[in-house]
Every structure is written in C-alpha cells, then in structure tokens.
T-cell receptor, first 116, second 113 residues
Framework: DTEVTQTPKHLVMGMTNKKSLKCEQH?????MYWYKQKAKKPPELMFVYSYEKLSINESVPSRFSPECPNSSLLNLHLHALQPEDSALYLC???????????????FGPGTRLTVL | AQKVTQAQTEISVVEKEDVTLDCVYETRDTTYYLFWYKQPPSGELVFLIR??????QNEISGRYSWNFQKSTSSFNFTITASQVVDSAVYFCALNSPARQLTFGSGTQLTVLP
C-alpha cells in the first residue's frame, strides 16, 4: 500500500466552527507533514512530525493545531479560521527521521478548505 | 538558505512534441536531494524522481528523462512525445539533511490535442 489518504476531500466551514482534517498512511513511514497550498503557488510547509513527535512548526497560527495519535495517523484541528486560510491542505509522509530528508515524500490528495 | 527557480511559468505544446522543464537550484549544502513532482488538476502531488547530489547520472523512465548538472546547478526534466495526460503543474524541489523541502514556483504544462 503506497497511498496517503486524506478526509474530507472538501470542507466548507464558518469562522466560528471547529473541524478536523485527517490523514492516514500504512507505509510504515515515521515522518509526516502538513502543507498548505494556495492557488497557483507551491506547497508551504506547516508542521513536521517525526516518530509521532512534533519536530517542526513553521510559525503557524494557533488556530491550526496538529495531532499525531499514532504512527499512521495525522490530524489537523481547525478553530476560528479566517477566510484567508482557504486553501488546499496536503498531508505527506516519508521514511525515516524527518531530519535525514533523503527520502521522497508521498502526498495525499489534499483537503480543499473554504472558510466563509 | 536554499532556493529553487523554475523560470517557465506556463508552457503549451501540441501533443507528440518534446518539452523540457527547467529547474535551477541554489544551496550551500554539499549533500542535498532534488525532486520532481507532478500535480494534476485533482490536486495530489505525484512523486516522479529523486536525485542525490553525489549522483549525476541522468535517468530515463519511459517518456521521461532527467538531466542533472551540478556545474550549472540545474536539474531539467524532459517529456518526450508529450500526451494530453501530461498536462499538469510540475514542481522541482530541493532539500538536505538539515533543511526541509523547498519547492520551486512550478511550471504549468498544457498539452494540446
């Protein structure tokens, strides 16, 4: 199984809502990532988990809260988002420690988020 | 710091033409890794290739080929006999043991029938 899955595919939420994005991989990868991608732009790194511990937070606002319940799952909890947070949110995973970086990242299909 | 430049924002070709996507990178690290990803309209980034800095061998995979030249800090990607299904945004990316993945701005390739 060489697949990263993400749910939901689409999400529309108001600024006062609380929602969660989910990501799952069964490749035995120990590094997992959240990226944000705006239209016609490259992905921007948000968070990195290595062996289920948060290793990198790229100064992301606290209204985004990541969680890694186990080595296969990665969540992104959303609360009090702004319209400018509307974007494609991509999850990725790779083998080994995030710090080695010598392995390719495999991406999920993304969640297209719209904040009203 | 590291940087990836994809100067071609958009390219249009007619089916069966060959097309080369350019990628120029900057890094001070002696060990680094280069990648190409394809992003079709569906949104998922599809991994195409990884190259290590110490391996300058070019690679061919079907209609795809990659030319890595450290002397010019370039890692170009050629599609031979392009097809409509090749239409996508292509990203070149770079990382190193100490740095996370940096993407270029992407090249939108449109293959016309």
């Amino acid at each position: 199984d060489t697949e990263v899955t993400q749910t939901p595919k689409h999400l529309v939420m108001g600024m006062t809502n609380k929602k969660s994005l989910k990501c799952e991989q069964h490749m035995g990868h120990r590094a997992m990532y959240w990226y944000k991608q705006k239209a016609k732009k490259p992905p921007e790194l948000m968070f990195v988990y290595s062996y289920e511990k948060l290793s990198i937070n790229e100064s992301v606002p606290s209204r985004f809260s990541p969680e890694c319940p186990n080595s296969s799952l990665l969540n992104l909890h959303l609360h009090a988002l702004q319209p400018e947070d509307s974007a494609l949110y991509l999850c990725a995973s790779s083998q080994g420690k995030a710090g080695t970086n010598n392995n390719e990242q495999f991406f999920g299909p993304g969640t297209r988020l719209t904040v009203l | 710091a590291q940087k990836v430049t994809q100067a071609q924002t958009e390219i249009s070709v007619v089916e069966k033409e060959d097309v080369t996507l350019d990628c120029v990178y900057e890094t001070r690290d002696t060990t680094y890794y280069l990648f190409w990803y394809k992003q079709p309209p569906s949104g998922e980034l599809v991994f195409l290739i990884r190259r290590n800095s110490f391996d300058e061998q070019n690679e061919i995979s079907g209609r795809y080929s990659w030319n890595f030249q450290k002397s010019t800090s370039s890692f170009n990607f050629t599609i031979t006999a392009s097809q409509v299904v090749d239409s996508a945004v292509y990203f070149c990316a770079l990382n190193s043991p100490a740095r996370q993945l940096t993407f270029g701005s992407g090249t939108q390739l449109t293959v016309l029938p």
